[in-house]
């Protein structure tokens, strides 16, 4: 059992050689010092240790080193470097780890809290919590005897974790059900494939997302592609005819796998990142294998949490001509970690080289005089330094120093006070209590009509606390009723049919389709580009 993975405005996210990790917020401003001579060094250390120890003989409570040290005095040393390098606590870095590997052992099901309690998002297909029946919109109310009221919902999620093969005891509250109920889970081996979605969106055009790098994310793509194309084939077509490719929302992890991405889409021998630092020599990163002649159009879609190794894939492809980019600024993220082992299981991520796309344009923003409020929340504008100007292999301007700006910009809206309330409850609360009066089955190609969305609109007239106008009904109509058959969906025929539904509802995805035309007019470009270059 996991939470959704973590949010990437919750927690800052890496991109390392050979890990994904995470790290904690703070307040300071982030300015760059250092003791610039061992005389100094040596002098500091001694400081610190007479104010830790006068620290430790007289405050008003006892000290603990794990607070002090760990939760205290290295951290903040950290912060004062950038915003990336962090320190890890062996529970911390246990948990990188696992996102880092994409399993691990449990129930397998996606928790959220909700007014106080820990809610079912969506039980992984095919994993025991599945089996079992544990359904979308259920609330976890006691695990192993343990009632769950006071507890927050990463504590639940601990305890659902476990070795494999070992019996969990899940109390459950339905709607509908006069009592709760109760189920005995086996944990087992949960996979979190990377690649959680890779279908047609229509026919010849592929959708495929990745929702971070992990281990596997490479293969992942590679199966995905070969999928696309046996289907293609069984259809009389050769192969793709486009690609939507979904970074949006993705953190970034491995920069290998990042590589092993990018490298599918590039011919072989081009360049896909580059990074060095003071005492980190410049390090080229080309194709290995290449697109083998397979090209195709792509239009690759981003946002403001797309960073680290979304950024690299992005960036590749924008320089080298081969993708259209659409969607909004990425968070622009470009800091190499490199993750140092210590003692008793924790773990030290320290910043050790910029990274670089193939053009040269520094992807990472800039964090001077910026507090982590600031560098986390805040929407990145920061897309274009007049001082960090490159050029793309068909001879576009593109600039560096602050993420990656698409080629077609589409802002998100923001929600308003009703899809506030409908997204983070509204919309599964009603679907708990329309399944609780009609059957969980719904038919294949199931649509909500406008007599499901008057359903759930009479529902909310019923629910104390929820306000709402009918002029804000009205304008939020569409965008109701896509989110409303998303849910329902996933909840009667499971999260593929769901994810599916709400992929090919997706407005910004629709764009991406209509799209198409201006990736190969790219290409296209691009190809003849390349031509009359070799030619002279």
């Given at each position: 059992?996991?939470?959704?993975?973590?949010?990437?405005?919750?927690?800052?996210l890496?991109?390392?050689?050979?890990?994904?990790?995470?790290?904690?917020?703070?307040?300071?401003?982030?300015?760059?010092?250092?003791?610039?001579?061992?005389?100094?060094?040596?002098?500091?250390v001694?400081?610190?240790?007479?104010v830790?120890?006068?620290?430790?003989?007289n405050?008003?409570?006892p000290?603990?080193?794990?607070?002090?040290?760990?939760?205290?005095?290295?951290?903040?040393?950290?912060?004062?470097?950038?915003?990336?390098?962090?320190?890890?606590?062996?529970?911390?870095?246990?948990?990188?780890?696992?996102?880092?590997r994409?399993?691990y052992?449990?129930?397998?099901?996606?928790v959220s809290p909700?007014?106080?309690k820990?809610?079912?998002?969506?039980p992984?297909v095919?994993?025991?919590?599945?089996?079992?029946?544990?359904?979308?919109?259920?609330?976890?109310?006691?695990?192993d005897?343990?009632?769950?009221?006071?507890l927050?919902?990463t504590?639940?999620?601990?305890?659902?974790?476990?070795p494999?093969g070992?019996?969990?005891?899940?109390?459950?509250?339905?709607?509908?059900?006069?009592?709760?109920?109760?189920?005995?889970?086996?944990?087992?081996?949960?996979?979190?494939?990377?690649?959680?979605?890779?279908?047609?969106?229509?026919p010849?055009?592929?959708?495929?997302?990745?929702?971070?790098?992990?281990?596997?994310?490479?293969h992942?793509v590679?199966?995905?592609?070969e999928?696309?194309a046996?289907t293609?084939?069984?259809?009389?077509e050769?192969?793709l005819?486009?690609?939507?490719?979904?970074?949006r929302?993705?953190?970034?992890?491995?920069?290998?796998?990042?590589?092993?991405?990018?490298?599918?889409?590039?011919?072989?021998?081009?360049?896909i990142?580059?990074?060095?630092?003071?005492?980190?020599?410049?390090?080229?990163?080309?194709?290995?294998?290449?697109?083998h002649g397979s090209?195709?159009?792509?239009?690759?879609i981003?946002?403001?949490?797309?960073?680290?190794?979304?950024?690299i894939?992005?960036?590749?492809?924008?320089?080298?001509?081969?993708?259209?980019?659409?969607?909004?600024?990425?968070?622009?993220k470009?800091?190499?970690?490199?993750?140092?082992?210590?003692?008793?299981n924790?773990?030290?991520?320290?910043?050790?080289?910029r990274?670089?796309?193939?053009s040269?344009?520094?992807?990472?923003?800039?964090?001077?005089?910026?507090?982590?409020l600031?560098?986390?929340?805040?929407t990145?504008?920061?897309?274009?330094?007049?001082?960090?100007?490159?050029?793309?292999?068909?001879?576009?301007?593109?600039?560096?120093?602050?993420?990656?700006?698409?080629?077609?910009?589409?802002?998100?809206?923001?929600?308003?006070s009703?899809?506030?309330?409908?997204?983070?409850?509204?919309?599964?609360?009603?679907t708990?209590?329309?399944?609780?009066?009609?059957?969980?089955?719904?038919?294949?190609?199931?649509?909500?009509d406008?007599?499901?969305?008057e359903q759930?609109?009479?529902?909310?007239?019923?629910?104390?606390?929820?306000?709402?106008?009918?002029?804000?009904?009205?304008?939020?109509?569409?965008?109701?009723?896509?989110?409303?058959?998303?849910?329902?969906?996933?909840t009667?025929?499971?999260?593929?049919?769901?994810d599916?539904?709400?992929?090919?509802?997706?407005?910004?995805?629709?764009?991406?389709?209509?799209?198409?035309?201006?990736?190969?007019?790219?290409?296209?470009?691009?190809k003849?580009?390349i031509?009359?270059?070799?030619?002279h």
């Amino acid at each position: 059992m996991v939470q959704r993975r973590r949010s990437f405005l919750l927690i800052p996210l890496f991109i390392l050689a050979g890990a994904v990790v995470g790290g904690r917020f703070g307040s300071h401003l982030m300015t760059a010092s250092a003791a610039s001579t061992e005389d100094d060094v040596k002098s500091s250390v001694h400081n610190f240790t007479k104010v830790y120890g006068v620290v430790e003989d007289n405050f008003a409570d006892p000290v603990s080193a794990d607070r002090g040290i760990y939760k205290g005095a290295i951290p903040g040393m950290l912060r004062t470097l950038d915003p990336h390098s962090n320190f890890f606590d062996a529970k911390e870095l246990a948990l990188m780890k696992e996102e880092q590997r994409g399993h691990y052992f449990g129930v397998g099901m996606q928790v959220s809290p909700r007014n106080g309690k820990t809610v079912v998002i969506r039980p992984f297909v095919g994993s025991p919590a599945y089996k079992a029946g544990i359904r979308p919109g259920d609330t976890i109310s006691m695990v192993d005897g343990k009632n769950t009221d006071n507890l927050t919902t990463t504590e639940v999620a601990d305890m659902l974790k476990g070795p494999r093969g070992t019996t969990v005891h899940i109390g459950i509250v339905r709607e509908g059900a006069p009592k709760p109920l109760e189920f005995d889970v086996v944990r087992d081996d949960i996979n979190r494939p990377s690649v959680d979605q890779a279908f047609f969106v229509k026919p010849g055009f592929g959708y495929l997302h990745i929702e971070l790098f992990n281990e596997t994310t490479g293969h992942e793509v590679e199966q995905a592609l070969e999928k696309f194309a046996a289907t293609d084939k069984a259809a009389g077509e050769p192969e793709l005819k486009g690609l939507i490719l979904d970074l949006r929302d993705n953190p970034g992890g491995l920069l290998n796998e990042a590589v092993s991405v990018a490298d599918k889409f590039l011919a072989k021998g081009d360049v896909i990142v580059s990074h060095h630092g003071r005492s980190s020599p410049e390090r080229v990163y080309r194709a290995q294998n290449g697109n083998h002649g397979s090209l195709y159009p792509i239009v690759v879609i981003v946002n403001r949490n797309s960073a680290s190794a979304s950024e690299i894939v992005s960036g590749a492809l924008q320089d080298h001509d081969r993708a259209w980019i659409l969607g909004d600024n990425t968070f622009g993220k470009g800091l190499v970690q490199t993750v140092y082992p210590l003692s008793e299981n924790t773990g030290l991520t320290l910043t050790t080289a910029r990274y670089y796309t193939p053009s040269g344009r520094l992807i990472q923003r800039d964090y001077a005089n910026t507090s982590f409020l600031d560098y986390y929340y805040k929407t990145n504008t920061a897309t274009r330094n007049d001082n960090d100007v490159k050029m793309t292999d068909g001879g576009r301007t593109v600039y560096g120093g602050g993420g990656i700006a698409p080629d077609e910009k589409i802002t998100p809206e923001k929600f308003d006070s009703l899809q506030a309330y409908l997204y983070a409850q509204g919309i599964l609360n009603f679907t708990r209590h329309y399944f609780a009066d009609h059957s969980i089955k719904l038919p294949a190609n199931w649509q909500p009509d406008d007599q499901t969305v008057e359903q759930l609109h009479d529902w909310m007239l019923k629910e104390p606390n929820v306000k709402f106008t009918e002029a804000e009904f009205t304008r939020d109509h569409d965008w109701i009723k896509r989110n409303l058959g998303t849910q329902m969906i996933l909840t009667a025929l499971g999260a593929t049919e769901g994810d599916k539904y709400r992929v090919e509802t997706d407005p910004i995805v629709l764009k991406a389709l209509d799209a198409m035309p201006k990736a190969q007019a790219l290409l296209d470009t691009s190809k003849k580009i390349i031509v009359q270059r070799m030619a002279h």
